[in-house]
């Protein structure tokens, strides 16, 4: 048997897509405002849209999730999950 941490090298774990613009679409929402509302810079916002961050905080899930009104998995998914 293959050990756990041989096995998870081989293979890449599947990627998580964020799907913010989708849900600021939903809203009838500018970034800009978004960002004001939930108290991070626009830039940090913009990088959050992309997927070009490695992680987000909690905190900041939660206060996307209050001001959109939805929940995470509104705004996150995996890279071909079937639905």
């Known amino acids: ?3 756990l941490s041989e096995r998870d090298a081989m293979t890449e774990p599947p990627a998580i897509v964020v799907t913010l613009d989708v849900m600021l679409a939903r809203r009838k929402m500018k970034a800009k405002d ?3 509302q ?3 810079t626009e830039a940090n916002l913009s990088l959050l ?3 070009k ?3 987000v905080r ?3 899930l939660a206060r ?3 001001a ?3 929940r995470p998995g509104d705004l996150l998914d995996v890279e071909g999950a079937e639905t």
Do not use: E, N, Y
């Open 1 to 3: 048997m293959t050990p």
């Open 34 to 36: 978004l960002a004001a």
């Open 68 to 70: 959109l009104d939805c």
């Open 53 to 55: 961050v490695k992680g």
């Open 58 to 60: 909690f905190d900041t």
């Open 49 to 51: 849209r992309s997927g």
């Open 38 to 40: 939930i108290g991070i």
């Open 64 to 66: 996307l999730c209050a």
